[in-house]
């Protein structure tokens, strides 16, 4: 039988079980849905029966695996989700272990495998040093330097969606996360029934999906609301720039399918929030992964654990 990776996301919507070799490309794929009241059960059940199949057909050497919420690297214990229940102190990295014949197996939270799959394999390739922020549900981050990620001393770092944004304890993630973006959209088009929003809207949830296509139709509520927005990114970005000054600063996750509106605007407001002497400041650009950034760079960890 072929020999494979095996690169396993473990997400608040989706879990993804992929294969590939050493170049970290994907070979194949086994996609499932997140069931939230299936908690984390249901979950591992799909991933049990993932590796099982696989089992069957290939020789799996190592895996690797991104995690949707905090983990203990010493152990490859889940600390918790903030999504699913069933994680708390969960040995996630024993149990792959034990389900596949005892191969070595990295634990990794997603913003960080994400951060590695775009550092390695996508739009951060060939750079010493890259600053991953992933805009979803919630907002994570991920640093890596000289083709490692950057950890911190106790079970986590890069933790950029919780700097404050003021004295009233706000956050970087209650702003301008997918969810808080979508909040703010539908709020707006509740108050203002006639706006090119409000008429494209057709059902709750996923707003942010409307804003480009809202703001070339003329929507100068929308266009204000996404002006905050990255203003705020690049408020919490000036941060990151200021303490570590990395190469490139890459936009990923569902608010980055914005595209290229939101990575100007991103850059442009950063411009005006760092100081004199990091100019030029780095270069502000959008993910290339796409869904495949954790699975890739949980690929490259299997390699590294290989």
Not at 235 to 261: D, R, T
Request: charged share 20%; with cysteine.
């Amino acid at each position: 039988m072929d020999s494979v990776l095996v690169g396993i996301e473990i997400g608040g919507t989706k879990i993804q079980v992929v294969t590939g070799g050493r170049d970290g490309a994907i070979s194949g794929r086994q996609r499932f849905v997140t069931i939230p009241s299936d908690g984390a059960d249901g979950i591992r059940k799909h991933i049990a029966d993932a590796l099982a199949n696989l089992a069957m057909r290939q020789t799996i050497t190592a895996i690797g695996v991104g995690f949707g919420g905090p983990i203990d690297r010493q152990t490859g214990r889940t600390c918790c989700s903030h999504q699913i229940a069933g994680w708390d102190d969960f040995p996630l990295g024993d149990w792959l272990c034990e389900l596949a014949a005892d191969v070595p197996v990295v634990v990794e939270n997603d913003a960080n495998t994400a951060a590695f799959g775009e550092a390695m394999n996508g739009i951060g390739r060939g750079l010493s040093s890259v600053f991953y922020v992933t805009l979803g549900s919630g907002i994570g981050g991920g640093l890596v330097i000289d083709g490692s990620i950057f950890h911190g001393h106790t079970k986590t770092e890069a933790e950029i969606g919780h700097i404050r944004l003021g004295p009233a304890r706000e956050t970087l993630e209650s702003r301008c996360s997918g969810w808080a973006v979508d909040r703010r959209l539908r709020e707006y088009a509740a108050a203002n029934p006639n706006s090119p929003l409000a008429k494209r809207l057709d059902g709750e949830g996923g707003e942010a999906r409307y804003l480009a296509k809202a703001m070339a139709d003329g929507d100068v509520g929308v266009r204000a609301i996404f002006d905050e927005t990255c203003t705020q990114l690049a408020f919490g970005l000036s941060h990151v720039v200021h303490l570590v000054n990395p190469a490139a600063i890459i936009l990923g996750g569902g608010l980055s399918l914005v595209g290229e509106p939101l990575r100007a605007g991103v850059e442009n407001a950063l411009d005006q929030l760092i100081m004199d002497v990091l100019q030029p400041r780095p270069s502000v650009r959008l993910a290339k992964l796409g869904e495949d950034a954790v699975p890739v760079g949980a690929l490259l960890l299997a390699l590294n654990a290989h």
